[in-house]
T-cell receptor, first 117, second 116 residues
């Protein structure tokens, strides 16, 4: 069975601080996908990134960066120079990668990030 | 494009009542999903569909039924609502990737359901 653990329930930082959200996953599949979604106070889910298990390169997108380490089954998310607009609940998710069929997501329980002035 | 839309946005039911949640997507996606979100538990998959006329059970299917009569619509039904079904329900859709597998999922705005 697949499992995603986000051990940090809530994190509070002051604006401009860097913050890292941890994600640890378990799967027996050799091929899988990892995701991060953002859920702002308005409630919708916003897709941030999708990573294939064969691609261990770290990725940077503006102030966001992701560190994928297969050896430790982790897919951590760092926000550099945080801003108040980053305040949200962030979910890490895992899906199998079966060809030609739907990918069912297994979500972590989320990390609530509060960025204050 | 409206993306993924859900109807209604809010609903209050009494125990034993029935209702249907409607999800519609205009992106021509093959795959559609229903999740529920409860405090401290993240999102859990209820049912999903890989195409028109086909549905399958997810992690927490009990007490729910689904139908996908048209490619763009995915309905979630509660035949006899229970307080344990109080939750926020999200619909999502995804497309078949070029190399097989599924793209990222695009989510609707959610439906907040309270069962008294």
């Amino acid at each position: 069975a697949q499992k995603v653990t986000q051990a940090q329930t809530e994190i509070s930082v002051v604006e401009k601080e860097d913050v890292t959200l941890d994600c640890v996953y378990e799967t027996r599949d050799t091929t899988y996908y990892l995701f991060w979604y953002k859920q702002p106070p308005s409630g919708e889910l916003v897709f941030l990134i999708r990573r294939n298990s064969f691609d261990e390169q770290n990725e940077i997108s503006g102030r966001y960066s992701w560190n994928f380490q297969k050896s430790t089954s982790s897919f951590n998310f760092t926000i550099t120079a945080s801003q108040v607009v980053d305040s949200a609940v962030y979910f890490c998710a895992l899906s199998e990668a079966n060809t030609g069929t739907a990918s069912k997501l297994t979500f972590g329980t989320g990390t609530r990030l509060q960025v204050t002035l | 494009n409206a993306g993924v839309t859900q109807t209604p946005k809010f609903r209050v039911l009494k125990t034993g009542q029935s209702m249907t949640l409607l999800c519609a997507q205009d992106m021509n996606h093959e795959y559609m999903y229903w999740y529920r979100q409860d405090p401290g538990m993240g999102l859990r998959l209820i049912h999903y569909s890989v195409g028109e006329g086909t549905t399958a059970k997810g992690e927490v299917p009990d007490g729910y039924n689904v139908s996908r009569l048209k490619k763009q619509n995915f309905l979630l039904g509660l035949e006899s609502a229970a307080p344990s079904q109080t939750s926020v329900y999200f619909c999502a859709s995804s497309y078949r990737g070029l190399a097989g597998g599924s793209s990222e999922q695009f989510f609707g705005p959610g439906t907040r359901l309270t069962v008294l």
